[in-house]
């Protein structure tokens, strides 16, 4: 078997050192709270459930430990928290206090406003979505976003009738471009710059 020079050795074992030291220092993802209710009691609720929370993990899964799940809604509906768009940030963050989030994201889908268009030749339909939003930085102890998106998308038809569920999905698919922009420039750019 051959020697190795003692140069090489040294390498080696700053190899193994430095491999060592990256692997201790990765930082875990900061974790995410996604409370999520839908609100729009329709017989699709599944399909906008759906499409708001794949559109959720897509854009957030990258950079973010996210955690979703119904023990994090059920702690806010224990303080009497069941209308996400009127909970305030420190009630919100004072009942996730000890789960050790660094961001909060809340966010429900609104019954939708359903309007019938008619013409001569064509029968249509308008829906609004309405999804309040919030991003709450925990370590900040601020919001970085507290608004809502309205979206309206409309369909008509030159024979028989436009679906709802077509026109609601894509309504939400506009607000899910609102919540991606958020997420983008509010979450995940300033890290970057850090």
Same mark, same amino acid.
């Given at each position: *078997?051959?020697? *190795?020079?003692?140069a090489r050795s040294l390498l080696m074992v700053l190899a193994l050192l430095c491999a060592a030291v990256s692997a201790t220092l990765a930082?875990?993802?900061?974790? $995410?709270? $996604?409370?999520?209710?839908n609100n729009a009691k329709t017989t699709y609720d599944d399909a906008l459930d759906n499409c708001v929370l794949k559109n959720l993990d897509e854009v957030l899964s990258p950079k973010f430990e996210v955690v979703r799940s119904g023990d994090v809604f059920q702690k806010l509906a224990d303080r009497g928290m069941t209308d996400l768009a009127m909970a305030e940030r420190r009630d919100i963050m004072d009942a996730l206090a000890g789960d050790e989030f660094d961001y909060i994201i809340c966010l429900s889908v609104e019954p939708f406003q359903r309007?019938?268009? @008619?013409? $001569? @030749?064509?029968q249509g339909i308008e829906m609004t979505a309405t999804v309040p939003f919030k991003v709450i930085d925990v370590n900040g102890d601020r919001y970085i976003y507290n608004g809502k998106f309205v979206e309206l998308q409309s369909d008509s038809t030159w024979v028989g009738s436009v679906g709802n569920k077509s026109v609601a999905i894509e309504a939400l698919q506009k607000v899910n471009k609102g919540i991606n922009k958020v997420i983008k420039e509010k979450m995940i750019e300033p890290k970057a710059g850090k």
């Open positions: *078997m051959k020697r *190795m020079s003692p930082a875990p993802l900061p974790r $995410v709270a $996604v409370i999520y209710a309007k019938e268009k @008619f013409s $001569v @030749f064509t």
